[in-house]
T-cell receptor, first 113, second 115 residues
Framework: AQSVAQPEDQVNVAEGNPLTVKCTYS??????LFWYVQYPNRGLQFLLK??????LVKGSYGFEAEFNKSQTSFHLKKPSALVSDSALYFC???????????FGSGTRLSIRP | GAGVSQSPSNKVTEKGKDVELRCDPI?????LYWYRQSLGQGLEFLIY????????KSGLPSDRFSAERTGGSVSTLTIQRTQQEDSAVYLC?????????????FGEGSRLTVL
């Protein structure tokens, strides 16, 4: 069975500093990995995905994520945080191409000025 | 429509009543998901429709929950004999094609409060 874990409920970063939001997964086949963001009172929005190819994928708003097969991780990163990045971030995984997408518990990112 | 439409946006009901939540996905999106987001919790998978295939109902928490998708378009999530623990935001998402690994397009959600 597939699963995804976000070990941090909250991440606090000063504006301008780099940020990392952690995600680990477990699948039996090839993983398809996603990050979504939920701004206050808004619906979830797609940020980026890893399907195959380059382990470093780039997405919206300057975010990127690195797929690490040996560590079964897909951490979300940004070199320089903005206050406007403050939101709830969800990692998601699909186990192969014929199954459902499941989400992690979410990490609240707070960027202080 | 331009986006995923969910109704009602807010629903307050009494314990024991039945509720129906509706999702109207983007035209042409053959895959449809229902998730539940409780306060302080992540997104809990409920059910997945993919084209004409049998839905994946593995996430439905009890037999009080059911969902259908008519004509490959609009979906209705029904909760019978609601309980207080059913209070949550119910989110619907569509995808162009199930298994395509394309992005999910989410609605704004239906907030259910069971008194």
């Amino acid at each position: 069975a597939q699963s995804v874990a976000q070990p941090e409920d909250q991440v606090n970063v000063a504006e301008g500093n780099p940020l990392t939001v952690k995600c680990t997964y477990s699948v039996s086949g090839n993983p398809y990995l996603f990050w979504y963001v939920q701004y206050p009172n808004r619906g979830l929005q797609f940020l980026l995905k890893y399907i195959t190819g380059d382990n470093l994928v780039k997405g919206s708003y300057g975010f990127e994520a690195e797929f690490n097969k040996s560590q079964t991780s897909f951490h979300l990163k940004k070199p320089s945080a903005l206050v406007s990045d403050s939101a709830l971030y969800f990692c998601a995984v699909r186990d192969g191409s014929a199954s459902k997408i499941i989400f992690g518990s979410g990490t609240r990112l707070s960027i202080r000025p | 429509g331009a986006g995923v439409s969910q109704s009602p946006s807010n629903k307050v009901t009494e314990k024991g009543k039945d509720v129906e939540l509706r999702c109207d996905p983007i035209s042409g999106h053959t895959a449809l998901y229902w998730y539940r987001q409780s306060l302080g919790q992540g997104l809990e998978f409920l059910i997945y429709f993919q084209g004409n295939s049998a839905p994946d109902k593995s996430g439905l928490p009890s037999d009080r929950f059911s969902a259908e998708r008519t004509g490959g378009s609009v979906s209705t999530l029904t909760i019978q004999r609601t309980q207080q623990e059913d209070s949550a935001v119910y989110l619907c998402a569509g995808q162009r094609s199930g298994g395509s690994n394309g992005e999910l397009f989410f609605g704004e959600g239906s907030r259910l409060t069971v008194l």
